[in-house]
């Protein structure tokens, strides 16, 4: 289901749009589990009080991985996310 926000970009999608809210809090709680410490918070803070560059770090880790962490890692952060997308039917 599309939520109509002016702005239906992918930070809207993964971190902020309510359609997913339930959702977003399972692929949270998954993510916590395998991210280093120095993440963790940021998933905890509600996006609008996130600086733009720290929203966009988040959006990229999710959406891309990241050099910082090995392949196994981010692998496990790709099949969480995709669980997620494929639970959200956003893109059926």
């Known amino acids: 289901d599309k ?24 692929m949270f709680a998954a993510l916590q ?11 905890t803070t509600p996006i609008p009080h996130l600086t733009q560059t720290k929203s966009n770090y988040m959006t990229k880790l999710l959406l891309s991985g990241s050099d910082e962490f090995p392949l196994q890692q981010n692998l496990a952060i790709f099949q969480i996310v995709c669980k997620y997308i494929e639970q959200s039917k956003r893109f059926i």
Not at 4 to 12: A, G, T
């Open 33 to 43: 589990d395998i991210l280093p410490e120095h993440i963790k918070p940021s998933f």
């Open 3 to 26: 939520c109509d926000h002016h702005n239906e970009d992918s930070v809207h999608f993964l971190f902020v749009c309510p359609s997913y809210a339930a959702l977003r809090l399972y």
